[in-house]
């Protein structure tokens, strides 16, 4: 059993619970996904969901407490990051095989992003959330260089010149210069496409360096914390679907 087999069933259990009218217990969420787990006796899993329901306090998805008459434990109730989390739960980062199963069906990543993907995930479900921006950079860094291959194998093939900033060792020049090329040539893509590309490209691209940037030079000792890295984390599989149909149509209908 895996650390993300209890994370979901914890997830879904407590999902049920703060749907009803009245607040719910810890002892509650902790019998119930031991039994779904069928757990009952074996210490190492029983310490593995309390070591979880731990994490989830320190995360803030959840407190103790249900309103000012019954402040204490065994009370608790979601707070408002663990009910946004819950909203989106089956794609949330905090939910890391939905998270990955969405990414998967966009299409498959390459190795080196997938490998910076899995540890980006790890990292913020222990509340390292500088680790996982440098983590989530690196990623989608990785996505805009194999865009730059491909654009710079299409041109090839076609006999163009390839621009010296496509193969520069900064990533912001290469992404500026995949950029520039796609502008001028964004007339000839699928309206859905081009549509994409006007609305999401600047904004995603610099979302991502935006908050890698803090985590990896930084300039204060303010902490990176949780909001902005989670709406990288969602922000990433779009990035990745829109850089997916970019070198679909590069590949077949550049020119």
């Not at 921006?133 to 710079?152: C, H, K, P, Q, Y």
């Not at 859905?192 to 006007?198: C, H, V």
């Not at 904004?203 to 204060?220: E, K, L, Y």
């Not at 989670?230 to 599989?237: G, T």
Request: charged content about 20%; overall charge neutral; proline content about 4%.
């Amino acid at each position: 059993m895996s650390a993300n087999d209890i994370r979901k069933v914890m997830l879904e259990v407590i999902s049920e619970f703060s749907k009803r009218e009245h607040s719910f217990q810890s002892q509650s969420v902790l019998d119930e996904t031991a039994k779904r787990l069928n757990v009952r006796n074996n210490i190492a899993l029983e310490q593995a969901i309390l070591t979880f329901w731990q994490d989830l306090f320190i995360s803030g998805q959840i407190a103790w407490g249900y309103n000012l008459c019954n402040p204490n434990p065994p009370f608790c109730h979601l707070t408002e990051q663990g009910r946004k989390t819950l909203e989106h739960y089956s794609r949330d980062p905090v939910n890391p095989d939905g998270y990955l199963a969405y990414l998967h069906s966009i299409g498959g990543l390459n190795s080196i992003a997938q490998s910076y993907i899995d540890e980006a995930l790890k990292t913020y479900n222990s509340n390292c959330f500088k680790a996982t921006a440098v983590m989530l950079g690196a990623a989608s860094e990785s996505l805009i260089l194999r865009l730059r291959d491909t654009l710079i194998s299409r041109m090839s093939l076609l006999g163009h010149t390839t621009p010296t900033s496509l193969t520069d060792w900064r990533i912001k020049k290469v992404s500026d210069s995949i950029e520039k090329i796609l502008e001028t040539k964004k007339n000839d893509m699928p309206a859905k496409l081009r549509e994409a590309f006007d609305a999401y490209w600047s904004a995603f691209v610099h979302q991502i360096r935006a908050v890698r940037n803090d985590a990896g030079h930084p300039t204060s000792v303010n902490l990176v914390t949780q909001e902005p890295v989670h709406a990288s984390l969602l922000i990433f599989p779009e990035i990745y679907k829109l850089i997916s149909e970019l070198e679909n149509w590069i590949n077949s209908s550049f020119s």
